[in-house]
């Protein structure tokens, strides 16, 4: 069991609150989620990721170890072999604690505890593929851009080149034209 609290227990005595704690981590690993007090929820939680921790072990003394608190064997037979399997590749964090509202008769503060079944993926691993996926798809988007934005480009600049050369010859007359219209009016 873990540390030892000091100050108030949850039944009367030590051994009252280590029976409450192993009714309780027997009830999660049969049902994979409880409705029990956000203090009860607290101190059973510790207690059932080390029972997991044995379970993934999975040799005999693990399992009777955790025979030891959990006296159900049909409990502890699915927790070796479907919840322990199940968290295999997770290093802690096996249980949740969800907070739900007050009890409506005595107003205690209530919480769900559950198992933790979704599969594991750290921000590091996220991180580390997004990468890899943005690398392989920048160059195939990049080379896909930039062949037509250069093409575009050389067609525009020889479009505007064209269009200076063109601007550029008829520029010349446009002036000499107006300048021999001003004077023309000027002697009329």
């Known amino acids: 069991m873990p540390t030892p ?3 108030p227990r949850l039944g009367g005595g030590p051994a009252h609150e280590r029976l409450i704690l192993a009714n309780l981590a027997t009830a999660l690993f049969e049902h994979g989620r409880i409705t029990t007090t956000v203090t009860k929820a607290k101190r059973v939680q510790p207690l059932a990721e080390r029972l997991i921790t044995f379970a993934k072990r999975g040799d005999l003394h693990a399992r009777r170890r955790v025979l030891t ?13 479907e919840i322990a399997p199940a968290v295999a590749e997770r290093n802690g964090g096996y249980t949740r604690v969800t907070k739900i509202g ?8 209530m919480a769900v505890i559950e198992l933790v079944t979704e599969p594991v993926s750290p921000k590091q691993a996220v991180v580390k593929e997004a990468e890899k996926a943005t690398k392989k798809a920048a160059p195939k988007k990049a080379e896909k851009v930039e062949e037509p934005v250069v093409e575009e480009t050389v067609e525009a600049v020889e479009t505007v080149e064209a269009d200076v050369v063109e601007t550029a010859a008829d ?18």
């Open 5 to 7: 609290t000091k100050g």
């Open 69 to 81: 608190v959990v006296r159900d064997k049909g409990v502890v037979h699915t927790l070796f072999t």
């Open 102 to 109: 007050n009890r409506k008769g005595d107003n205690a503060p």
């Open 171 to 188: 520029a010349p007359e446009a002036p000499a034209a107006a300048d021999e219209k001003p004077e023309e009016t000027k002697e009329a």
